[in-house]
């Protein structure tokens, strides 16, 4: 089975500085990896993906994440955090050709003025 | 190209009565997962469809849900005899093909059982 861990219910940043919203996933094969943003009262909006290759994954908005195999960790990041990336972050894994997206309990990010 | 269609975005169904939710796919998307996101939780699957059929189910309750993608019109999700525990958001997706890193969320329907 697989499965996804975000060890924090919120993330507290202040604006301009850098930002990590933690990630660690379990799965039995390959991992898909995944990470998806969501404002209030709106569905998920895809930030950036890991299939394969390069461990540093860029994806949207300026945000980048690292696949680490060794530690099973795919961790958010930001290097200036603006105030309207204030939201809900969810990471979301899945297991090379099993259909299903799990996704982590979600992170919320207070980025403070 | 419009993005994946959901409604309604709001319904509220008094215990016992039947909710359904519809989801139309991205143009040119034949596959079509639906999840529910209970209170202060992740987004857990229920069903994956392709038109006309059912793929995985592995995540539905056994009884009182229902899910179908027929070969015109909008996928639609069925709840029974709904009870409070169902109160949730209903994400739907699409994709192009059956490659999930290709899925396209919509806005979701919040389902509120009184």
């Known amino acids: 089975a697989q499965s996804v861990a975000q060890p924090e219910d919120q993330v507290n940043v202040a604006e301009g500085n850098p930002l990590t919203v933690k990630c660690t996933y379990s799965v039995s094969g390959n991992p898909y990896l995944f990470w998806y943003v969501q404002y209030p009262n709106r569905g998920l909006q895809f930030l950036l993906k890991y299939i394969t290759g390069d461990n540093l994954v860029k994806g949207s908005y300026g945000f980048e994440a690292e696949f680490n195999k060794s530690q099973t960790s795919f961790h958010l990041k930001k290097p200036s955090a603006l105030v309207s990336d204030s939201a809900l972050y969810f990471c979301a894994v899945e297991e090379a050709g099993s259909y299903q997206l799990t996704f982590g309990k979600g992170t919320k990010l207070s980025v403070i003025p | 190209n419009a993005g994946v269609m959901q409604n309604p975005r709001h319904l509220v169904r008094r215990r016992g009565q039947e909710a359904r939710l519809r989801c139309s796919p991205m143009k040119g998307h034949s596959h079509v997962y639906w999840y529910r996101q209970l209170p202060e939780e992740g987004l857990k699957f229920m069903v994956y469809l392709q038109k006309e059929n059912i793929i995985d189910e592995s995540g539905m309750p056994k009884e009182r849900f229902s899910a179908e993608f027929p070969k015109e019109g909008p996928s639609i999700l069925r709840i029974q005899q709904v009870v409070r525990g169902d109160s949730a958001a209903y994400f739907c997706?699409?994709?192009?093909?059956?490659?999930?890193?290709?899925?396209?969320f919509g806005p979701g329907t919040r389902l509120t059982v009184t």
């Open positions: 997706a699409s994709s192009p093909t059956d490659r999930t890193y290709e899925q396209y």
